[in-house]
């Protein structure tokens, strides 16, 4: 396999982008080498500069739940382009997304389009605090919420790999309303409430986190985090940004049973074009500006090409059902099929698994939070990367991150997904 204009890019790009990326963990810092750079997508492939294939998992971190460069997606696009790119001003089609978020996610009963996760969560915490006059908010140790000042504190993805959790640049003032908490702990939480009476306005976390690398919540923990927040008059939001029409068609929240007060959702709305989104109970959205005082404003919030696409994706889950059955499927056949292979090696291992979201932790003990997260054996993950990308297949490139699957997997792209995990077992032992 020839990688040789990847690597002439990245050297080039290194001059004019810091670091040579958009976005610190596609540098590959987390499992050596360099990036490959990209040139098109489609279906369950993405192509490199040199036009090497590679069978994808990663799926833009969720939203390409049909694969790549879908041909309804696309033409979507196309035909909502021939009548301009951005107007800054309301569109039928916003109105028509809304109303379908809203009979979608359990807990949405009004929202407010934006252009990022990171948007998403800034905002929400916002009204949040608007809404109940309080200052602090809860964030879990390891989760990730995008880059806003406020969630940089122990924060997963990839400021664990570039080992800045808590981030130079973010004032001791705004670090201070951040409380953190280990996942998967409800006594930790009323610690926190217990030692902070009446000042908490949120607690925000990734239902299902993928930004550790796939963790679950442990029986009762999520209904738990509920009681206690109803309890305490603590707005509870989900951050979806991953999991929102992927676990389900109403996302985590569905799947547990367990609804927020909000929730922050993501690309996968735009599918695939830069949109996020926040919503919630009617009562705390109508505390966002216009119908009220808290601010917070976009002039490519609502963009027309986004939303033609978000539209599409989204009618089509909607009307698609089976597709979670099918996801679910590809999902199971490749974790049971690793740890099929693992079984006969002399290894540590544990892998995470939920309907198209998985993971591969190289340490025997159970991964449930950031403490057992980080017992995994990175250095054998970068080796584990590293070969399964020679075999054409292109994993996320940390360790704490979650894989993201897709319809286009056939069952024989299983097969030389499995082929390729115990061919690079072989090589890495
Ligand atoms: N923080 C994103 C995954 N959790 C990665 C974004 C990207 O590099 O595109």
Same mark, same amino acid.
């Given at each position: 396999?020839?990688? =040789?204009?990847?690597?002439?890019?990245?050297?080039?790009?290194?001059?004019?982008?810091? &670091?040579?990326?958009?976005?610190?963990?596609?540098?590959?810092?987390?499992?050596?080498?360099?990036?490959?750079?990209?040139?098109?997508?489609?279906?369950?492939?993405?192509?490199?500069?040199?036009?090497?294939?590679?069978?994808?998992?990663?799926? =833009?971190?969720?939203?390409?739940?049909?694969?790549?460069?879908?041909?309804?997606?696309?033409?979507?696009?196309?035909?909502?382009?021939?009548?301009?790119?951005?107007?800054?001003?309301?569109?039928?089609?916003?109105?028509?997304?809304?109303?379908?978020?809203v009979?979608?996610v359990p807990s949405v009963e009004k929202v407010r389009?934006?252009?990022?996760?990171?948007?998403?969560?800034?905002s929400a915490?916002?009204v949040a605090?608007?809404y109940?006059?309080?200052?602090?908010?809860?964030?879990?140790?390891?989760?990730?919420?995008?880059? &806003?000042?406020?969630?940089?504190?122990?924060?997963?993805? &990839?400021?664990?790999?570039?080992?800045? #959790?808590?981030?130079?640049?973010?004032?001791?003032?705004?670090?201070?309303?951040?409380?953190?908490?280990?996942?998967?702990?409800?006594?930790?939480?009323?610690?926190?409430?217990?030692?902070?009476?009446?000042?908490?306005?949120a607690?925000?976390?990734?239902?299902?986190?993928?930004?550790?690398? !796939?963790?679950?919540?442990?029986?009762?923990?999520?209904?738990?985090?509920?009681?206690?927040?109803?309890?305490?008059?603590?707005v509870l939001i989900f951050?979806?940004?991953?999991?929102?029409?992927?676990?389900?068609?109403?996302?985590?929240q569905?799947?547990?049973?367990?609804t927020p007060d909000m929730t922050t959702l993501?690309?996968?709305?735009?599918?695939?074009?830069?949109?996020?989104a926040y919503g919630g109970k009617k009562e705390i959205m109508e505390f966002v500006?216009?119908?009220?005082?808290?601010?917070?404003?976009?002039?490519?919030?609502?963009?027309?090409?986004?939303?033609?696409?978000?539209?599409?994706? !989204?009618?089509?889950?909607?009307?698609?059902?089976?597709?979670?059955?099918?996801?679910?499927?590809?999902?199971?056949?490749?974790?049971?099929?690793?740890?099929?292979?693992?079984?006969?090696?002399?290894?540590?291992?544990?892998?995470?698994?939920?309907?198209?979201?998985?993971?591969?932790?190289?340490?025997?003990? #159970?991964?449930?939070?950031?403490?057992?997260?980080?017992? =995994?054996?990175?250095?054998?993950?970068?080796?584990?990367?590293?070969?399964?990308?020679?075999? &054409?297949?292109?994993?996320?490139? =940390?360790?704490?991150?979650?894989?993201?699957?897709?319809?286009?997997?056939?069952?024989?792209?299983?097969?030389?997904?499995?082929?390729?995990?115990?061919?690079?077992?072989?090589?890495?032992?």
């Open positions: 396999m020839q990688i =040789s204009e990847s690597k002439r890019l990245f050297a080039h790009a290194k001059n004019f982008i810091p &670091g040579g990326v958009n976005s610190p963990v596609r540098a590959f810092r987390a499992v050596g080498g360099e990036p490959i750079f990209i040139k098109r997508a489609d279906g369950a492939f993405i192509y490199d500069e040199d036009d090497n294939a590679y069978i994808e998992l990663i799926n =833009s971190w969720g939203p390409m739940i049909l694969g790549h460069n879908h041909p309804m997606i696309r033409e979507a696009v196309i035909k909502a382009m021939e009548n301009g790119t951005s107007f800054g001003a309301p569109t039928a089609r916003e109105v028509e997304i809304a109303e379908l978020i009979s979608m389009m934006v252009n990022s996760g990171t948007e998403a969560t800034m915490i916002r605090r608007g109940t006059g309080r200052d602090k908010f809860i964030k879990m140790e390891g989760h990730y919420h995008g880059h &806003g000042d406020s969630f940089l504190i122990s924060a997963g993805s &990839g400021a664990i790999t570039m080992g800045h #959790p808590d981030s130079p640049g973010v004032t001791v003032g705004t670090a201070k309303d951040t409380l953190l908490a280990p996942y998967n702990d409800l006594e930790a939480i009323e610690r926190l409430v217990e030692s902070n009476k009446g000042e908490i306005a607690l925000i976390l990734e239902p299902v986190p993928g930004n550790m690398g !796939l963790t679950l919540p442990l029986p009762g923990y999520l209904e738990g985090l509920r009681e206690i927040c109803t309890r305490e008059g603590i951050d979806e940004v991953m999991t929102g029409f992927r676990l389900s068609i109403g996302g985590a569905e799947l547990f049973g367990v993501g690309k996968i709305i735009g599918g695939g074009m830069p949109v996020g500006s216009p119908a009220g005082p808290v601010y917070q404003a976009g002039t490519l919030s609502g963009n027309p090409i986004a939303m033609a696409a978000g539209l599409t994706m !989204l009618n089509y889950l909607n009307s698609h059902p089976e597709v979670y059955a099918r996801l679910s499927g590809i999902g199971r056949s490749i974790a049971e099929g690793i740890t099929k292979i693992n079984h006969n090696l002399d290894l540590n291992y544990t892998i995470n698994h939920l309907g198209s979201m998985y993971s591969l932790f190289f340490t025997n003990e #159970p991964v449930t939070d950031f403490e057992s997260a980080k017992k =995994s054996d990175t250095e054998l993950f970068g080796k584990y990367f590293q070969a399964m990308l020679k075999r &054409g297949v292109y994993l996320a490139p =940390s360790q704490f991150e979650s894989l993201f699957l897709s319809t286009a997997l056939t069952d024989d792209l299983v097969g030389k997904i499995l082929q390729a995990h115990e061919e690079s077992m072989k090589d890495i032992l």
